[in-house]
């Protein structure tokens, strides 16, 4: 079988990072701005960078409804960090206007864990992620207040929800791609594979 499609939203953030990351994961990975080129990928990428910011992009660029509409016919999707806020049912603290793509039933705090300069990085345990724990890089990171009953809570860190799945929706508040531990890729890369075989992962 050839390799998945997976496309990284390339509206704001670091999305050089991950293209890197999933082609290290044996994807065929390119950047994703307009509607027709979320209609060729069998995935994507939902990068970090600034959540408002790329809420409003994706609406100005006409893609926040095609988004929502793939997530929910089950599109895999993975976010980190400003992502993981776009994955988010609620937001606890939405700047005015904010939208997000939505997918996860998870309420989700912005800039949880501090401002840039108390940015750091912590070993985390991933569920789902063989091996060794995952190097976790937080950058004005958010993390999960709460989860409904269909969301499974994948990691925590410091008493904190900070990795969740829901169906084929992924979302870490770290970031995995700046690290050059391409496993949380691979395991997001095998999701899109199990998704074009109609199975689940």
Known sequence: MTAPVIGVLALQG??????????????????????????EVDGLVIPGGESTTISKL????????????RVRAGMP???????MIMLA???????S?????GGIDMIVRRNAFGRQNESFEAAVEVKGVPGEPVEGVFIR??????????AEVLAEHGGHI?????????????HPELTGD????RLFTDMVRAYRRGESL
């Open 141 to 150: 990171a958010p993390w999960v207040e709460s989860v409904g009953a269909s």
């Open 77 to 83: 999707v993975y976010g980190t960090c400003a992502g």
């Open 162 to 174: 900070v990795a969740v799945r829901q169906g084929n929706a992924l979302a870490t508040s770290f």
């Open 97 to 101: 206007g904010q939208e997000t793509v």
């Open 58 to 69: 994706a609406v100005l660029f006409g893609l926040m409804e095609p988004l929502r509409a």
């Open 89 to 95: 049912d609620k937001i606890l603290d939405p700047r």
């Open 182 to 185: 391409h496993r949380v890729h």
């Open 14 to 39: 670091d999305v050089r990072e991950h293209l890197t990351a999933l082609a290290a994961a044996a994807a065929e990975a390119g950047p994703v701005r307009r509607p027709e080129e979320l209609a």
